[in-house]
């Protein structure tokens, strides 16, 4: 079999995946944006807050569009990205021999691995390059699994931090959590005034907060569900849930319990949460679970909503926008960063913690508008995106046709 990598003609391509990734890709900015924003501790306690830095108090608009990002965005589209990197792991090796398809995958990982280590250590710290390529290293080699039992492992596996953490809440003192749940407005301002700062002051708080990330942090939580969602992403693909084959049926009721459930879940954390105001260690050790698993039912129904989407208006103007999104996901997700780190640090416009949320989901919004033209753009003219080429020269050995001639699209590999 030659080594040479081809494009997938455009009627083998998967238009549920495409469209599901770009989904994906563009929702989790809601979320970071509050990370490239505001100080680390606003991502899970958005009570936090220095008076010295208005990035705007926790009530009325900014409230509102905390409650929408947290209910609808936070923790699903990272799950939905992280399924989608599973599945992925499938449509890679799935036509390749055994011996070759491993080599290949550690390849491409490796290369995943190095890109994330520059993009946590030189960028940014909220890197989830690294732990997908770490955890793939481990998970591939379930690809061959019956569905059934990738669906049971991962959800042990997404257990783990939900026993670890009930069993931290009933156990740890409060006043061991208060440091990093409830940061001292010093402690907050340090940080702004670090990414208001130029690139190497930077330096020193980016690289502790990645290596904690990457060390404790991945150990503790994001090793187990990580590699628990991947196993599902593999399942759900071989049940055809992914690739748009199951039944209208089931889509519709897909979407309407996991979104029920999800809801109803999510809503009673919230409504947990702000009845313990916001203290640790019941809403951090506690009150965080209800999102954790709530996310999961609510990440279902988005796929169920982009599949029976797909079908009734694939090939539309949304569709399409979505897939070349999806297609170019690897440059797009570095390209949020770049544009992201511009605007808020200081090596840029030096916005970080003086801007509102409702602000926020304005550039939030631009931002979309950017990657979508340009990845509709830069597909007309070119087979893949230009990290994807990279990635995709650097596994095989051989750089593939970048331009577009019109007679094959790009390839899922």
Known sequence: MSSTPSPTPPEDRILGLDVLRGFALLGILVINIWVFSMPFATLNNPTVYASAAPYGEFAGANYLVWLLGHVFAQRKFITLFTIMFGAGIILFTRSKPDSRALRLHYRRTAFLLLVGLAHAYLLWYGDILVPYALCSLAVVAARDWKPTSLARIGLLLIVVPTLSYLAAGVSID?????????????????????????????????????????????????????????????????????????????????????????????????????????????????????????????????????????????????????????????????????????????HGLGLFGSVTRVE?????????????????????????????????????????PLRNDGSADASAD
């Open 174 to 346: 409060a006043s061991q959590t208060l440091a990093v749940w409830t940061p001292s407005e010093s402690a907050l301002l340090q940080e702004v005034e670090t990414y208001r700062s130029g690139w190497l002051a930077q330096f020193d708080h980016r690289a502790q907060t990645a290596f904690t990330q990457q060390t404790s942090g991945f150990l503790g939580a994001t090793v187990w569900r990580t590699s628990g969602l991947m196993l599902w992403g593999m399942a759900l693909f071989k049940w055809g849930v992914l690739s748009n084959e199951r039944s209208t049926r089931f889509y519709r009721h897909l979407l309407a319990g996991g979104g029920g459930i999800g809801l109803l879940l999510i809503g009673t954390g919230v409504w947990y949460t702000e009845a313990v105001d916001w203290a640790a260690p019941e809403a951090l050790f506690f009150g965080t679970q209800f999102n954790y698993w709530g996310s999961l039912f609510l990440a279902g129904a988005y796929i169920a909503g982009i599949m029976l989407f797909c079908r009734r208006f694939g090939g539309g103007r949304v569709t399409t926008a979505l897939s070349a999104v999806g297609r170019t996901a690897f440059s797009n997700y570095l390209l949020q960063t770049l544009l992201a780190t511009s605007i808020f640090y200081g």
């Open 360 to 400: 926020q989901a304005g550039i939030v919004v631009a931002i979309w508008a950017i990657q979508i033209v340009l990845s509709v753009v830069w597909l007309r003219y070119f087979r893949f995106g230009p990290m994807e080429w990279v990635w995709r020269a650097v596994t095989y050995g051989e750089r593939p």
